[in-house]
Every structure is written in structure tokens, then in C-alpha cells.
């Protein structure tokens, strides 16, 4: 029985590591590529198993019939992912992003859905995946397309399993569908771009108001990157904050910040369906995150020994979580 399902896309990364960044029409350099395993769904997925262990993550997503798809299958196993929820899509490629990060670590991507795109909800009625979802403590969604979003939503629901949910590129073109199905979800996770997309803001108090108008009440964390998280508590007007891990202290630097994201809620839905509060879910999630931001691949996310042992030495460098009431 698995512990955590996640839904999301499978892609294969590509990344150049460049000097800067481009401008419209300029060429540049690119110092070295390396090619990996990528994707939300992916990156979440293998996050969560290096702290539940192995065999306690399944992953339900979609890969055409070519290299890539036998190379993405591998990884995965090798990290501990149970991989019976991958659909093989005939006719399709496998799902492809192209990454440039310069010295700073900041990135640009554009990404190839292939496969990702044809994962349907017909695909929920396998027998496998069904009974994945009735036994799983947890469930976890990134980018799948919208009505697979929806049924996983419905599952949750009928089996009153938690749900969170990272939605990512989703928002751009389906805001209004997005906030009718957020509300399902105890958790959902945005970036600053995303929150203002999804709330018309990324201000704090004005995203309280707006949550509040829209009669959210579930938790709405905000990945703010080098600024660490903040947890969202509409319910109460309760804000919980935990700064970034404090990298430079702890004698490390930024190599890459693609994957920061999916890593931090990767980690977060794993402490959270392993019964850990959830201000330790957040603790963990933006170490863990910050972790990642330091290895050139976009799977850097730590084991759990580890993530513990620099988390616990962080605290004596001001990362704890604060609580504060904002309205």
C-alpha cells in the first residue's frame, strides 16, 4: 500500500547552463547541457519517496513508447517510485523541456507536453491506479490536464483522502475552473507569478481578502523562492511564515533553482501524509527546497536524514516558523 499518489507531467529535461540569459534575438554560449529526468508530477514524486522511502510514492502520469519513456521508467524505479500508474500513449512522444539557467541560477523553460497532454481521466478507472487511490493516505496533483485534475478531486473526496495541489501552468488559461476546484484541495501551493494570476494579487493582506471574498478555506501556501514561504490561513487570518534556508551561513551557494518548487511540495505532502504537523511540513519543504537550489540537477532534493540534520542546524541560524495574525 502506498502512502502518497502524485499526478503530474513526466518530462526530460534538457538544461544549458549559460553565463546570462538571453535577450530577444541574441544568441549566447552554452557552457555545458546536461540531459535528466524531469517533469512536476516527476520531480514531486521522486522528492517525496527519498523521505517516505521506497515504494511509498506512486506516480499516475503519461509517456509515449520511445528512449526517453524507458529511461524516465528507470529513474524512477531506481529512486523507489512505483511506476504502474504511467501510461503509454502510442503515437506520442515522451514530454521534453528545454532549460536555460545562467550563473545565478535563474532559469527560462519551454516545455513540450507530448504524452503529458494525452493522460485522460479514463485513465483513473485502471485497476491499479484505483486501488492506489482508495488505500493512499494522501494524494498530490501538479499539472495534469484539467479533468483529470477534477476527477482526482472527486476521488478525494468520495474517500476523504487530503489533497494537495500545485497547479502550476494550469492557471494561465482555466482560472475560473481552477478556483471552483481549489476548494477541494486542503492545500494548494503558488508561486507569486501564479497567485497573481490565480487572486488578482500576491500581496498578503490583499490575497487574504480575496481568499476570504471567494470562501476559501483551505491552507494557500506561497513559494517565495529566496524569501522562503508563507502559509495562508483564511479561516483564521492566521499568516505562518519560514524564511529560506540560510544557504550562505551554512557555506553553500545556488548552482540552479529549476525544481525548487516541485521539491519543496514534494517534501511538504510527504511530511504531511506521515502525520507531521503542518508547520513542520512547511519547515522541511522550504529546507528541502532551498537544498535543491544548490545542486546542478533538477532532482537535488535531499534524503531524509540529511534534510533533518541541515534543517536542525538551521534553526540556531534564525529558520524557525513564525505565526502572526494579519487582519
Known amino acids: 500500500m502506498v502512502k502518497l499518489v502524485v499526478c503530474g507531467a513526466i518530462n526530460w529535461d534538457v538544461n544549458c547552463f549559460v553565463d546570462r540569459l538571453p535577450v530577444p534575438g541574441e544568441e549566447v554560449v552554452a557552457e555545458y547541457i546536461t540531459r535528466v529526468s524531469g517533469g512536476t508530477g516527476g520531480n514531486v514524486a521522486v522528492a517525496a519517496a527519498r ?21 524516465q521508467i528507470g529513474a524512477l524505479e ?43 481521466a479514463k485513465h483513473l478507472k485502471e485497476v491499479e491506479i484505483r486501488r ?38 494550469l492557471i494561465g488559461p482555466n482560472r475560473e475552473a481552477l478556483l471552483s476546484f481549489a476548494k477541494g484541495a486542503e492545500v494548494i501551493f503558488l508561486n507569486e507569478t501564479e497567485a497573481s494570476a490565480l487572486l488578482g494579487t500576491s500581496e498578503l493582506k490583499t490575497s487574504f481578502r ?69 508547520e513542520e511540513s512547511l519547515a522541511m519543504a522550504s529546507a528541502a527546497g532551498g537544498l535543491n537550489a544548490t545542486r546542478p540537477e533538477t532532482r537535488g532534493s535531499p534524503d531524509r536524514a540529511r534534510l533533518e540534520e541541515v534543517a536542525n542546524r538551521s534553526g540556531k541560524l534564525g529558520f ?7 487582519l
Open 51 to 71: 523521505i517516505l522511502g521506497a515504494k511509498e510514492v506512486a506516480l499516475i502520469g503519461a509517456l509515449g513508447r520511445d528512449d526517453i519513456a524507458r529511461q
Open 78 to 120: 531506481d529512486e523507489g517510485v512505483v511506476t504502474t500508474g504511467i501510461s503509454r500513449i502510442t503515437g506520442e512522444e515522451s514530454g521534453q523541456a528545454y532549460i536555460m539557467v545562467d550563473q545565478d541560477g535563474e532559469n527560462v523553460i519551454a516545455s513540450h507536453l507530448g504524452a503529458n497532454a494525452r493522460l485522460g
Open 132 to 169: 492506489q487511490l482508495r488505500e493512499c493516505q494522501g494524494i498530490i496533483l501538479t499539472d495534469p490536464p484539467l479533468e483529470v485534475a477534477k476527477g482526482l478531486i472527486n476521488v478525494a473526496k468520495r474517500y476523504d483522502i487530503p489533497l494537495l495541489w500545485d497547479p502550476g501552468i
Open 210 to 278: 480575496e481568499l476570504k471574498k471567494l470562501g476559501f478555506s483551505n491552507h494557500v501556501v506561497l513559494k517565495l523562492g529566496a524569501q522562503g514561504a508563507v502559509m495562508l490561513e483564511p479561516a483564521s487570518s492566521t499568516l505562518t511564515e519560514i524564511p529560506a534556508l540560510p544557504l550562505k551561513e551554512l557555506g553553500l551557494n545556488v548552482i540552479n533553482t529549476v525544481g525548487c518548487g516541485d521539491v519543496f511540495a514534494g517534501v511538504f505532502a510527504a511530511y504531511y501524509v506521515a502525520v507531521s504537523g503542518i
Open 320 to 326: 524557525t516558523v513564525r505565526k502572526r495574525k494579519l
